[in-house]
């Protein structure tokens, strides 16, 4: 420092410098063993790290994107270490010590792309660069994955907490990696939804997509339209009490998320999937009918009226209320199994609807089967289908839309995991994590190439999970082989591999609680 004295001998001193940590204590994993599977990490032992009650995060970056993520940093590791960390701003560095910075990306490497980081681990300083909130908060995910599994404890664990030392160059294939999640089917509380985004966003997980409405309930508060909650929310799949979020708590959701670096995409479904509407307004039926509730599993029977303006006023107060609770660019407007909609009626819904969601500021996402439809150019269509063959994907991918792909046969999770198993969806053929993991979505759909990948989603339908545990056990260990799927370069990817690390997953997955389903294949 600027007051360092020369000292007896003569010489001036260097500032202290902390001894790098020689034996990792043996569980800290390699660097680089995580999921996904970085880019690039090259590891060097003079460099390990310790994690002290002496450390410092600081935030040597302007945008709120750093300071989240640092804030979040220190949130996760604090119950297992019990150390509270503090993050402090760059003041000159009057903090002797280690620190774990994190500093906007001057020195990235020029060709890096979106939504990458650098993580460069030395004895004195863990440096985190990036230059977006998502590069950071995937920087802190790497992080928190090279310590010890003991991280993920609820309780202290008293324990030297080492890094390895080393620089990990990373960047996602895809900047769009999503789950979805069905409330409609079976709903489950703010704080299973809450659980289940820390869970998702260990593995790089950025978007959560929200089924909020179906056949068997409605989810959202809708100002002026009490009747959507008092009604079509009081049921779900089976005959339960279902339930809703008032608009407070979806508010929660979506700002829960953000402050895990985790954009919420709500999707409302239409015209067909709206018994629940139709049973809170007759008035949205077209012959002024009052359905039954429905609280069974069949799909394809339900439709809004296309032809009458009541419709289109209820779509509006719904596109412009959710719009304006949800701070993310998308907003989902189903558009799948319509089977109840004629197709020219189907046609002259969306060219009604598309508008809304574009005129409220967001970029509308549907099923593909709304890729039959003229679609402004901003639209991202979802293929949820098994087939490699789909001409109208195709050809919205040739106009310039871009596609998220989620197919049925390798990222529905709601499906089992294999033939002989009592309980999942079987529509799409079983799922095994290998399945799960061996495909490359952008060989998949014949004319959707790389450029025309938005990103990947895994889709879980609550037909048949009622609890959170069921959730775990139909996300778990499949969502890890999604998550490297959408991140980690298709050359680079390698089952054997793959299965090496997440076998090590197992004890942090117990640790967080996670009731995961054991899946042979896999060296537990
Ligand atoms: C198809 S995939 C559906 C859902 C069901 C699911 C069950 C899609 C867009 N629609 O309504 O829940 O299959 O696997």
């Not at 809004?304 to 209320?321: G, H, K, P």
């Not at 004629?342 to 819904?349: K, P, T, V």
């Not at 399945?435 to 190439?449: H, I, M």
């Amino acid at each position: 420092g600027d007051d360092a004295q020369p000292d007896e001998t003569g010489t001036a001193p260097t500032q202290e410098q902390p001894m790098p940590l020689e034996e990792l204590p043996e569980d800290t994993p390699a660097l680089g063993e995580i999921i996904p599977a970085p880019v690039r990490a090259a590891g060097d032992e003079s460099g390990n790290f310790e994690l002290t009650g002496q450390t410092r995060i600081r935030v040597d970056s302007d945008g709120s994107g750093a300071r989240r993520a640092a804030e979040y940093l220190a949130e996760l590791v604090e119950p297992a270490t019990g150390f509270a960390l503090p993050v402090v701003d760059d003041g000159g560095d009057a903090e002797p010590g280690r620190a774990i910075v994190l500093r906007d990306g001057d020195e990235l490497p020029e060709e890096l792309p979106e939504g990458g980081y650098v993580l460069d681990i030395t004895a004195g300083e863990v440096a985190l660069a990036a230059d977006s909130a998502d590069g950071f908060f995937s920087g802190v995910q790497t992080l928190r994955q090279q310590l010890p599994a003991d991280v993920e404890a609820n309780e202290r664990v008293d324990r030297t907490w080492g890094i390895a030392g080393g620089r990990i160059v990373d960047h996602p294939r895809f900047g769009y990696r999503s789950a979805m999640l069905d409330i409609a089917r079976h709903f489950f509380e703010p704080e299973v939804v809450k659980r289940h985004i820390d869970r998702l966003a260990q593995y790089k997980i950025n978007h959560l997509h929200l089924h909020l409405s179906d056949d068997q309930g409605w989810r959202i508060e809708i100002e002026g339209w009490p009747k959507l909650t008092e009604i079509g929310a009081a049921t779900e799949v089976g005959g339960g009490p279902g339930g809703y979020y008032t608009q407070e708590e979806y508010r929660e959701i979506v700002a829960y998320a953000a402050d895990r670096g985790i954009t919420v995409v709500p999707e409302i479904d239409m015209p067909g999937h709206t018994n629940a509407a139709l049973i809170s307004y007759p008035e949205l039926n077209c012959d002024g009918s009052n359905p039954e509730p429905y609280t069974g599993t069949h799909v394809g029977f339900s439709s809004l009226c296309i032809d009458s303006d009541r419709t289109y006023e209820f779509l509006n107060d719904v596109i412009s209320q959710i719009a304006e609770l949800t701070p993310g660019p998308y907003l989902h407007v189903g558009g799948d199994e319509a089977e109840a909609t004629g197709e020219a009626d189907y046609a002259r819904f969306f060219e009604r609807v598309l508008p809304m969601v574009t005129g409220a500021g967001k970029r509308p996402v549907g099923w593909h089967e709304y890729g039959q439809v003229d679609l402004p150019e901003p639209a991202i269509v979802q293929y949820w289908r098994i087939e490699s063959e789909h001409p109208d994907t195709t050809a919205s991918a040739e106009s310039g839309n871009s596609i998220i792909m989620s197919p049925a046969n390798k990222s529905y999770l709601d499906m089992k995991y294999n033939d002989g198993d009592p309980w999942g969806n079987d529509w799409a053929g079983a799922v095994d994590v290998r399945t799960a993991y061996e495909w490359d979505p952008a060989r998949f759909l014949t004319g959707v190439g790389e450029a025309s990948v938005h990103g990947v989603e895994t889709a879980l339908w609550t037909e048949l999970v009622e609890s959170e545990s069921d959730i775990e056990r139909m996300m778990f260990p499949r969502l890890q082989a999604l998550a490297e799927v959408g991140w980690t370069p298709q050359q680079d990817r390698d089952w054997e591999s793959f299965q090496r690390r997440l076998a090590t997953q197992a004890e942090r997955m117990d640790k967080q609680g996670i009731d995961y389903h054991p899946t042979p294949g896999v060296n537990w």
